[in-house]
Nanobody, 117 residues
Framework: QVQLVESGGGLVQPGGSLRLSCTAS????????MYWVRQGPGKGLEWVSTIDTGGDKLFYADSVKGRFTISRDDANNTLYLQMDSLRSEDTAVYFC??????????WGQGTQVTVSS
């Protein structure tokens, strides 16, 4: 059974950093374009970042460009999101996964990130 589990969220002060992890079971993250999306309080889902199967095409929303870095550890089958210079508007539940294409979509349960002083 495919399972994606996010971790690494928490409470951080503005300007701080966090690294989110997304560990996969019965699913190889390097096989698909993988995504991070987030949902802030009272808001809809917002795309954050994407990494391609080769690991060298990286895409970011304008709101996080220059502050967030997506990466992947193929040996550990884990996706990461390094978040630096965090702002209050980055407060959200962060999800990793892939949307349905020719193959089913899969998403984790999310990890809460709260940026507050």
């Amino acid at each position: 059974q495919v399972q994606l589990v996010e971790s690494g969220g928490g409470l951080v002060q503005p300007g701080g950093s966090l690294r989110l992890s997304c560990t996969a079971s019965d699913f190889t993250v390097a096989t698909y374009w993988m995504y991070w999306v987030r949902q802030g309080p009272g808001k809809g889902l917002e795309w954050v970042s994407t990494i391609d199967t080769g690991g060298d095409k990286l895409f970011y929303a304008d709101s996080v460009k220059g502050r967030f870095t997506i990466s992947r550890d193929d040996a550990n089958n884990t996706l990461y999101l390094q978040m630096d210079s965090l702002r209050s508007e980055d407060t959200a539940v962060y999800f990793c996964g892939k949307p349905p294409t020719r193959t089913p979509g899969y998403w984790g349960q999310g990890t809460q990130v709260t940026v507050s002083s």
